[in-house]
Structure formats: C-alpha cells, structure tokens
C-alpha cells in the first residue's frame, strides 16, 4: 500500500513499534499544538486580563468538551471504518467512506453551532458559574462554538488521514496554525485590548485556516482519500457502520463530559481562585494525557488495519505493546510534572492561591494517571475490533456514576474540599481500570486470544 505517491502508512507488516511510535510521534505531537490553543488563551487572560477572565476559559471548557468529544466519537467510527477498508484493500469502499464522512461532517457543523449557541447561557447557569464569571465566560464561548466548524472538519480530516495511517501532514497544518494562534491571541489582547472576545476570535480564526488546508489536501491529493466534491453523499450502509462504532463512543464522551459540568460546578463551590486553579490543572492534565491518548488512536488505526487484513494475532500483539509505551511513557511526565508543579501552575498565573490549588490538584492526581493509559488503550482497541458498546458501558459506569456518587457522598457526608473534590478524577480512572482490564482478559479466556 505504500508507494512513492502515497503518505498512506500500511500497519499489516513490520516491526510493531516502530510502526506505533512513527504513528503516534506526529499525531502526540499534533496534539500539543492542538492543546495549545486552548492553553495559549489560559495563559494570555491569566497574565494581560486577569483571574476572572482565566476561570472563564477554563469553565468553559467543559461545554465545548461536550460539543467536541461527540463528533470525535463519530470521527472513532468513520476512523474505524475507513482504515479497515484499507487495509483490506477495498479502495471502491474506501472513496465512499471518505465522501460520507465528510458529507456527515458538514451536517454535524450546521446542528452542533445552532444547538451550541442556543445553550450557552443555559450551560453556564446549570454550572453554577460565579457572576464575576459568567459575563467573560458568555462572551467566550458564544464566539468559540460560532467558529467551531473549523475544528470540526479540520478533526474530522485528519481522522480520515489517521485511518490511512498518515499524521505528518496534519501535524504539519497544526505547527503553522498553532504558531498564528499565539500571534493573533497577543495583537488582539496586549495590542488591540479585546480582552477575552480577543482569544476567542484568534483561536476560530486559526481553527478556520486549519479546516481550508485539510479540505485542501484532501481534494486536491491523488492518493487512494482523495475527496471529490461531486461524489459526497451518505451511504446508508457505510453511515450505518459508522454509528455502529462512533455512537456508542460518542455518547460516552458527551455524558462523561456532561458529568464533568457537575464536577466543575462542585468546584464552583469554592470561588474564582479554586476555579482558577483547577482550570490551570486541567491543562496541564491533557498535556500529559496526549501520549496515552495519541497511543489510543494508534491502537484503534493498527488493530482497525490488522483486522480487515485478516490478522488477529498481529492486533493483540499490537494492543499489548501499545500499552505497555504508553504507561510508560506517562510514567515519566507524570514524575516530571509532580516534581516542577508550582512553576508549571506559575506559567497561568501568578497569583499564589492559584499557584497554590494547581499544584496540590497536580500532585493528588497525576500518577494515577498511569491507570488511565490502560482505559484509553484497551477501550480504543476495543473499538478497533467493532466493540464499541463494551467501552462505553464500562466508562460511563466509571467516570459517570461511581464519579458523581463518589462526589455526592464525599462531599455531603464526610469533608468538603477542593482536595476531595479534585479526587473524584483519579476514583473514576482506578475503577475504570480494574473493570476494563477484567472485561478484555474475559473475552481472551472465553472466545481465544486469535477470536477476539
């Protein structure tokens, strides 16, 4: 499948690592730049607009999570899909893969900026968001999900270039604009003193020049993707195997992230300081969530290519080697950030009750991360398999309902501090854990390992 025309990347053969990691370092690499949207508006409000305006960005996270981790999940499907029409060489099906995901995609972007808009101020009220918040925080996201096309195509683009086992170029697109995202955050806020609305309008403005060089390459590419405007439309049967995989995964990310508005509001609780805190550690914690989560999507594109080529053997190997990486990579973030916490937290603000909850929040939770490098992994090589129910069930149980009863009774019943709190996270990933790892191991014990 590989050719000098193509950027394609067939994972059916050769050595398992070195296929992971050359998947994966681009893609971890991507993220980064894709995280530092986000992060570079955190850290512009929290040193030129103030502590308000940083608890803003970073309650309003939770929202658009919502909006972003459903049509990722649909991305996991079409993903999915795609690269298991690659790698069983079916390049008819492929083309008509690609051109109704995009189709679908398009139509996701109209619903979700509707929908989106209409709940800001309803979303924001049901968290409880602080009044000294809620003005900047409106602002905010009114603006962010009136752009969120952009990152919608542009994630649903490199999807379809993920499932061809291709992470340079998109890592390339993402280089440049992330690099237009710190220029535009600092003209419109230091230069043009648009305070929060000016974040907002640099990152949709960057996220929209990522989308027009995705659809760029992907039109105008002669590998086996290409996209031709004329031919996109919805293949039931495709779309149907699309929602097979991606809903399942879809619905778990929303109403994960759904039960995460109820942990943000636990946190309102305590004022704009904890608020702010927290946001400071939650960048962080996706920071160092990026290597278990690129090696996630590298487990669901191998195992995805090794099952349409017939080779089930070679996809457990494949997820049990991915596992391994990323633990161990994690491991050794996590030592580093627990470690240098306060001048990471000290990067947002400088404000040292901020300063102060970041780094308890980092240094209660961040090896126990190590736990949820198993939870992506597994469930992404689940996923990869056609078991997308599985995964869904288990983490919705996880950081859902025994995360929120957790909270409920902790807080009611025993103490009520940011620290307990903030450990709701770290309960839902150990769970999550102990249960999945049993789950995959059943299936090896009573189907066989060369079955599952």
């Known amino acids: 499948m590989k050719n000098q025309k193509t950027s394609a990347r067939d994972m059916t053969s050769g050595s398992i690592v070195k296929q992971v990691i050359l998947f994966s370092l681009p893609l971890m690499l991507g993220n980064i730049f894709q995280m530092l949207y986000n992060t570079v508006d955190s850290i512009v409000v929290g040193n030129f607009v103030g502590k308000e305006a940083l608890a803003a960005v970073g309650s309003t996270s939770m929202i658009t999570n919502m909006i972003v981790f459903f049509f990722n999940g649909f991305s996991v499907g079409a993903g999915v899909v795609i690269a298991r029409d690659f790698g069983a060489r079916d390049l008819k099906r492929l083309h008509r893969s690609v051109e109704t995901t995009m189709a679908v995609t398009f139509i996701f972007c109209v619903i979700f900026t509707i929908i989106g808009i209409l709940g800001v101020k309803p979303m924001l009220r049901f968290m409880d968001t602080p009044e000294d918040v809620f003005a900047d925080a409106t602002v905010y996201l009114v603006i962010y999900i009136a752009g969120i096309s952009g ?12 499932a061809v086992g291709d992470t340079t170029r998109p890592l390339l697109f993402l280089i440049l604009t992330s690099v237009l995202n710190i220029i535009l955050d600092l003209l419109f806020v230091v230069v043009f003193h648009a305070g929060i609305a000016g974040v907002a309008w640099a990152t949709i403005l960057s996220q929209f020049i990522s989308a027009a060089l995705i659809l760029r390459l992907l039109t105008r590419t002669q590998d086996i993707y290409k996209m031709v405007w004329k031919d996109l439309a919805v293949d039931k049967d495709i779309l149907g195997q699309i929602v097979q995989v991606g809903l399942p995964a879809g619905i778990q990310s929303v109403i994960t992230a759904f039960s995460n508005v109820f942990v943000q509001s636990y946190i309102n609780y305590f004022g704009s300081g904890v608020m702010a805190g927290w946001s400071c550690y939650n960048k962080l914690d996706q920071f160092i969530m990026l290597p278990m989560q690129s090696m996630a999507m590298a487990a669901t594109t191998f195992v995805s290519q090794n099952i349409g080529a017939g080779n089930r053997k070679r996809a457990d190997q494949g997820t049990a080697t991915t596992v391994l990486m990323s633990v ?24 040292a009750s901020v300063v102060d909850y970041g780094t308890m929040f980092i240094r209660t939770n961040v090896f126990f991360l ?6 992506h992994v597994l469930a992404s090589a689940l996923r990869g398999r056609g078991d997308a129910k599985a995964p869904m069930v288990i983490m919705l149980l996880s950081f859902v309902a025994i995360r929120q009863v957790y909270l409920f009774v902790i807080t009611r019943y025993f103490i009520n501090t940011p620290k307990a709190v903030g450990f709701g996270y770290p309960v839902g990933w150990v769970t999550c854990c102990i249960i999945e790892v049993s789950y995959y191991f059943y299936r090896m014990h009573m189907q066989g390992k060369d079955r599952i």
């Open 328 to 351: 161990g990579i994690t491991a050794v973030i996590a030592l580093g950030l627990f470690l240098y916490a306060p001048a990471a937290i000290g990067l947002f603000s400088r404000d």
């Open 151 to 162: 990152l919608l195509i542009y994630n649903m683009g490199s999807g379809i270039l993920r």
């Open 370 to 375: 190590l736990a949820n490098c198993v939870n």
